[in-house]
């Protein structure tokens, strides 16, 4: 068997090792899990499921400080960052251990017409097949959870297909699933090239696809699935905030700088195009360009780095090369803008880019915020809505009237009333629409969608 190594993207040191699989190895793998689907002798009852999450809950809040390393070092997130992910993932589990015992379907109303005379009918709610799951890295463990385990709760098999650059996270949930006492070939981890991959998103033996990745790969995919596969995307977006002049600048600095540079920016609802009105304009930037200043840059194991490295060499370079452009085409530069190694890049202000640049137009999955001068809320909605990416906005005022309106306007699946773009809890739906996405994420809303609704028609004299 093939083994590849796993470095951390701060120093290219060897985190672990994990096993490649062949073409062959995927398609076996998916074979394996379309028996297992269809063999229902085999089925694992809800009980044994529930059972089987408890003990992966004792297991992981057993092992919170190790998962906390592995999800650091393979992934660059800051350590504290990386533990909040790690204690969501179990609080995950549990959410979905509560979709279980919330599970129902509802009564079919019959006998008011003469057709349906003598009649009873209800639904409810079967797996629907086996998941394939590709995931994205900028949150190797919790991702895997969102994907795997809402799967295993509605009891269908997965496959989950990491990030070539985290998939120890990953590999170590299956791990804690055996262990539980999940039955072999439920939960299947492959580590794969391109093709293969492809093929695993493709098989007819696929039911349903889950894939959380950039939009171009997503987007390819969703048309080359086999008909009847069911497909949940989430892209990435290039997240709108308005700045009203009555918002509290001294509260909005903090959640705006969070939002933007938490996990140096490498999250699909990361704050990017901040539109600040023109009368505060600039003490929002300055200040603004103060806090990412400040912020300390480094290796993610250390407990005082707040910004750690990104994912890859190349796309340091990548996003140097963004803001270059950016600031050629009049955007100012008001603290950042250059590397610091070649894995780390300084958190970054501009101030107004033009909104034909990169860096307005395209996610920049770095750490670096645009700040906009406008004049008019109704001129700030329409530059905020002129892309075609729509997932999660904000909008800082103290006035209801305002909120409301932004709201309404905004182009965005979820808008935050005087909160950073990048708020989330898992139980709520989470996902884009437009080019960034398809259907909605979030624990119970992904158990929704990997089950199928039966109606059953009873027929009696009786009735």
């Known amino acids: 068997m093939k083994m590849i190594e796993v470095t951390s993207p701060y120093d290219g040191s060897v985190v672990g090792t994990v096993p490649f699989s062949t073409m062959e190895e995927v398609q076996e793998s998916i074979l394996r899990a379309k028996h297992l689907f269809l063999d229902k002798s085999q089925t694992v009852t809800k009980t044994k ?34 533990k909040i992910e790690v204690l969501r993932a179990i609080n995950g589990i549990s959410l979905a251990i509560e979709g279980i015992g919330n599970e129902k379907g509802q009564q079919i109303p019959m006998g008011h017409t003469s057709s349906s005379e003598h009649r009873m009918a209800y639904t409810f709610k079967e797996p629907i097949g086996v998941v394939a799951a590709i995931s994205a890295f900028n949150h190797p463990l919790n991702l895997a959870v969102h994907q795997v385990i809402p799967a295993i709760a ?27 006492g999940l039955p072999e070939n439920w939960a299947q981890v ?5 093709p293969s991959s492809e093929f695993l998103a493709t ?6 696809l889950t894939f959380i990745g950039s939009n171009n790969v997503g987007w390819y995919l969703n048309s080359k699935v086999s008909q009847g596969t069911r497909v949940t995307l989430e892209h990435g977006g290039v997240a709108p905030v308005i700045v009203e002049p009555d918002a509290d600048i001294t509260g909005l600095i903090p959640s705006i700088g969070k939002g933007g540079f938490y996990h140096a920016g490498q999250v699909c609802v990361s704050v990017q195009r901040v539109y600040v009105h023109e009368s505060i304009c600039e003490e929002v930037s300055l200040r603004l360009a103060e806090y990412a200043s400040k912020l300390v840059v480094g290796n993610q194991l250390d407990d005082e780095t707040e910004v750690g490295p990104l994912i ?24 950042g803008g250059k590397k610091i190694s070649d894995s780390c890049y300084l958190p970054t202000v501009l101030l107004n880019p033009s909104d034909r640049a990169l860096v307005s137009t395209k996610e920049v999955f770095g750490p670096v915020v645009c700040v906009y001068s406008y004049q008019s809320m109704d001129e700030a909605l329409e530059r905020a809505n002129a892309l075609e990416v729509s997932f999660q906005a904000s909008v800082f005022t103290k006035n209801i009237d305002t909120a409301f309106k932004a709201v309404k306007v905004l182009n965005a699946t979820a808008v935050m009333v005087n909160d ?24 119970h809303n992904s158990m929704e969608d990997m089950q199928n609704e039966k109606l059953m028609v009873f027929k009696s004299d009786v009735l």
Not at 190 to 194: A, E, K
Not at 203 to 208: A, K, Q, R, T
Request: glycine fraction near 10%; aromatic fraction near 4%; include cysteine.
């Open 312 to 335: 890859s060499h190349s796309e340091v370079n990548r996003v140097g090369e963004w803001v270059d452009e950016a600031v050629k085409s009049g955007g100012k530069v008001l603290c």
């Open 420 to 443: 950073h773009t990048a708020f989330r809890v898992d139980w709520m739906p989470f996902g884009g629409a437009k080019t960034s996405g398809l259907g909605m994420g979030g624990i």
């Open 203 to 208: 098989s007819p033996d696929i039911d349903f």
């Open 154 to 180: 509605v009891g269908c098999p997965v496959i989950i297909k990491p990030a070539m650059q985290t998939p120890l996270s990953a590999h170590r949930l299956i791990e804690i699933l055996k262990e539980a």
């Open 49 to 82: 499921r529930i059972e089987i999450l408890e003990k992966v809950i004792r297991i992981m809040s057993s092992e919170v400080e190790a998962l906390t390393k592995l999800c650091a070092s393979e992934g660059g997130k800051p350590w504290l960052d990386s």
């Open 190 to 194: 492959v580590i794969c090239d391109t």
